[in-house]
Nanobody, 128 residues
Framework: QVQLVESGGGLVQAGGSLRLSCAASGRTFSSYAMGWFRQAPGKEREFVAAVSWSGGNTYYADSVHGRFTISSDNVKNTVYLQMNDLKPEDTAVYYC?????????????????????WGQGTQVTVSS
């Protein structure tokens, strides 16, 4: 079992940037794909971004494509989410999660119920 701990959330003005980190321990980090999800109050958890175990394939929700970048450092056992040009609608609790496979396919690898391990979340608030 892997333990995931997110950090880097906070309050930022619209147009600003934040970098979220997700540190993993336990289960071999580099052998599995990783994802970021978010959940705003009163809404369902939604996919944000994902990266394959090698880092060679990345996937993004349309709402964040071009603004957010996911990356992983297998030496540090950490996955990052660089968020630029933040908007008030990006306000949510952000969660990182580990998939049960090394690779992902958009048809089945970007839904929250596919992921087996989750962090506790970090709050991101974007003011207008």
């Amino acid at each position: 079992q892997v333990q995931l701990v997110e950090s880097g959330g906070g309050l930022v003005q619209a147009g600003g940037s934040l970098r979220l980190s997700c540190a993993a321990s336990g289960r071999t980090f580099s052998s599995y794909a990783m994802g970021w999800f978010r959940q705003a109050p009163g809404k369902e958890r939604e996919f944000v971004a994902a990266v394959s175990w090698s880092g060679g394939n990345t996937y993004y929700a349309d709402s964040v494509h071009g603004r957010f970048t996911i990356s992983s450092d297998n030496v540090k056992n950490t996955v990052y989410l660089q968020m630029n040009d933040l908007k008030p609608e990006d306000t949510a609790v952000y969660y990182c999660a580990q998939a049960p496979t090394r690779v992902l396919r958009p048809a089945w690898g970007l839904q929250s119920n596919y992921y087996t391990s989750w962090g506790q979340g970090t709050q991101v608030t974007v003011s207008s």
